[in-house]
């Protein structure tokens, strides 16, 4: 089990450990008062790899691959000039994996005394990657028999709005120990914890488009869409800058490593197969489910190959070879804001 999963839960008893003697050090004379709150705004960029969200946008890259590429020049390797394929790709050079969120919220500050403060407030991480691909392979097929789609002149393949997304709520409690440099500067260390509620979706829209040299035309659309959510506990450590240009407001800058390592992630998915020709045939169907998240190996074998990519499913929890999703989103962050006093 990855250590960070603990993170959140230990941060939460060190600042537990720490809170009585940071209370009862505040300096005499200290006393209670409005003027020692403030209400502080942060926005910023926050670094993130899940690894295991990220085998959506991998896997429709290896699908597109080995699906389409692999399987023209396949067939171009055993029928050489008669079967020539050139293709032409569209929008994003692949599939973009999720590799950055914005984090923003606020927080309502307590100086219990000049060096310690506590701070109470919520912050929401959106991290949404879109991608838009497509390729065109325009075919000179003259092959003497023809197995499947006889003389292809193009074929397409589609997929606009291909999302990868997680987002997550975090009502956090902090602890800031920090001391004043002149009269303007101040320097703190913090550690923060709190629950995360935490969601993740993916959304693919794959759309083949064949046409042969006669104008007869297929196509077939698959959608899938799938939504996940988790509660964990999740922890942040941190230092940051304070520069007060003026009486009633600070700007700081902040930078830290938060941990939001989770759980199991259960939600709802459906997809939705077309298809249609030009002899007016038309079929449909539609799925929806509930279940839980994992990673599924591909074991497809091809005459070109074989396809063995991990895809993520919530749909079926009986198949082998499957392994818990690790919906993890931790990652180092910087924030800038501004507080202003009461």
Aim: net charge negative; hydrophobic share 35%; charged share 15%.
């Amino acid at each position: 089990m990855n250590p960070r999963r603990f993170a959140g839960p230990a941060l939460a008893l060190a600042l537990f450990a720490f809170l009585p003697a940071a209370l009862f050090s505040q300096e005499e004379g200290y006393e209670f008062k409005l003027s020692n709150f403030s209400l502080e705004f942060y926005g910023g960029f926050c670094k993130i790899n899940p690894d295991d969200l990220n085998n959506h946008p991998i896997y429709e890259e290896a699908y597109l691959q080995f699906y389409w590429v692999k399987y023209y020049d396949y067939l171009h390797s055993i029928y050489g000039d008669n079967f020539i394929v050139t293709s032409t790709r569209t929008g994003d050079a692949t599939f973009q994996s999720l590799k950055k969120a914005v984090p923003y919220g606020f927080r309502l500050r307590y100086q219990a005394s000049p060096t310690f403060a506590l701070t109470v407030g919520i912050q929401y991480l959106n991290g949404t990657q879109l991608s838009t691909v497509g390729m065109t392979f325009d075919i000179q097929d003259r092959r003497p028999d023809y197995t499947d789609f006889p003389n292809v002149r193009t074929a397409q393949y589609q997929n606009t709005g291909f999302t990868t997304q997680a987002t997550a709520w975090e009502p956090e409690l902090g602890a800031h120990f920090g001391w004043d440099f002149m009269s303007v500067l101040r320097w703190e260390i913090s550690i923060a914890f709190g629950p995360i509620f935490a969601q993740c979706r993916t959304l693919s829209q794959r759309h083949s488009i064949i046409t042969t040299a006669d104008g007869y035309q297929t196509d077939g659309v698959f959608s899938q869409e799938m939504k996940g959510s988790v509660t964990g506990l999740g922890g942040e450590l941190g230092t940051g800058l304070f520069v007060r240009p003026l009486k009633y407001l600070r700007l700081f800058v902040e930078g830290s490593y938060i941990f939001r390592e989770l759980g199991e992630i259960t939600g709802s998915g459906w997809s939705t197969a077309t298809y249609k020709d030009s002899n007016a045939v038309y079929d449909a169907a539609t799925t929806t489910w509930t279940g839980t998240w994992f990673l599924q190996p591909s074991d497809v074998t091809k005459s070109w190959g074989r396809f063995t990519p991990l895809y993520i499913q919530n749909q079926y929890t009986m198949l082998p070879g499957v392994r818990r999703f690790n919906p993890d989103l931790s990652g180092f962050q910087v924030k800038l804001g501004a507080g202003f006093d009461f």
